[in-house]
């Protein structure tokens, strides 16, 4: 997630040479990534889906990101 960053909100994956966007609400990939990348992040966006939201409005107003565990 960018601090200077667009609507909708959204953060971003990388994956080997794949980059992608990932809405949060939505779950919608913009770009390519392996289905098997594609399933852990998606995953562990809806585990976290509140916390991001909480960073995406924190990254909006200029301000520190908190940490969000990694899926395991």
């Given at each position: 997630?960018?601090?200077?960053e667009?609507?909708?909100?959204?953060?971003?994956?990388?994956?080997g040479?794949?980059?992608?966007a990932?809405?949060?609400?939505?779950?919608?990939?913009?770009?390519?990534?392996?289905?098997?990348?594609?399933?852990?992040?998606?995953?562990?966006?809806?585990?976290?889906?509140?916390?991001?939201?909480?960073?995406?409005?924190?990254?909006?107003?200029?301000?520190?990101?908190?940490?969000?565990?990694?899926?395991?």
């Amino acid at each position: 997630m960018f601090w200077r960053e667009h609507e909708p909100p959204h953060f971003h994956a990388a994956y080997g040479e794949y980059e992608v966007a990932i809405e949060i609400e939505t779950g919608e990939i913009h770009g390519e990534f392996p289905a098997r990348a594609a399933r852990f992040v998606l995953e562990w966006r809806d585990l976290h889906k509140r916390e991001l939201l909480e960073n995406w409005h924190l990254a909006r107003m200029g301000k520190h990101l908190e940490p969000i565990t990694p899926l395991e």
